[in-house]
């Protein structure tokens, strides 16, 4: 099992709320409070930041089904207090229990799982959404693109050999199988799509980058240190400079000299006959 420790949760949640693409929060809150929905289930749970974010921008919400696997991120959900609606909390392994639990949801949806999940659990759960004519929300699904700039505002930094290999390795590692098979890693958000269009939803596809600069270096020192370790697992032969190149990066941003960006998409499915 795939395991994000309660630290990096917290220190990605305001991160994670500041990138949601917010045209979509506001045209779901619209649909959601035209057809008079009122479950919602969150896939992936970890903490609760996605309850966190929805509660109160979602109108009169009746039932929150948080479905997590991770012991301990259970026990953080349990204590979770919306301002509306009751909780019911699932201990369950998405990948091996069936994804038809969605069927009683309105809204169906995750914050930084998509990428994680296999091409043909994607199809399945797709199929349960439309089965059930939930609405979808999918939000922070990683899109492959890192870009490094100069905090002066003087343009993107040219990536460096050492750039483009951690990318790479990065961006291959997205793919390995985390309990559902190989992972859709950068292409879920597309994927998510097309299978949602395919079943006859209406979509929307927007950018949700995180923007990193100094202030966030904590979490930025994170970040490159697993892809410093992805990277140097890729090329053992170059662990000496991947380490010089951690530690540039992550003090060239501390010090305000530069910032990065790290691409996510947010999607939003409106079942066929929403208006
Ligand atoms: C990147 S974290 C995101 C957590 C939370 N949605 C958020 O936005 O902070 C992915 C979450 O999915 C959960 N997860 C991963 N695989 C799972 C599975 N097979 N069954 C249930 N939960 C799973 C992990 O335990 C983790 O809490």
Redesign the pocket.
Known sequence: ????DDAW?TL??PI?HRARASALTDRLSQAWSAAGWSRVV??????G??LRFLDGRLAEVEEWTL????PD?VARLRAVSPTSGRVDVQT?????SAVEGVWSAHLVT????LD?VSKSWLETLVGACADAGAAALFV?SYDGQVGWERASGTGSLEASALDTLVLDAVNSDQQRD???GPALGSLAGVTAERLFRAAGYRTWLEPSPWRLAATEAALVRRLVAGWQEVAASVEPNQVSELARWADDRVRSLAAGHVTVEVGHVDLLALPPGNR
């Open positions: 099992m795939e395991r994000f949760l990605r949640e994670d969150d896939l992936g749970s970890g903490t930041s996605n479905v997590e696997q991770d991120h369950r392994d998405l990948a091996s995750a914050s930084a799982l994680l922070l985390k309990g559902f």
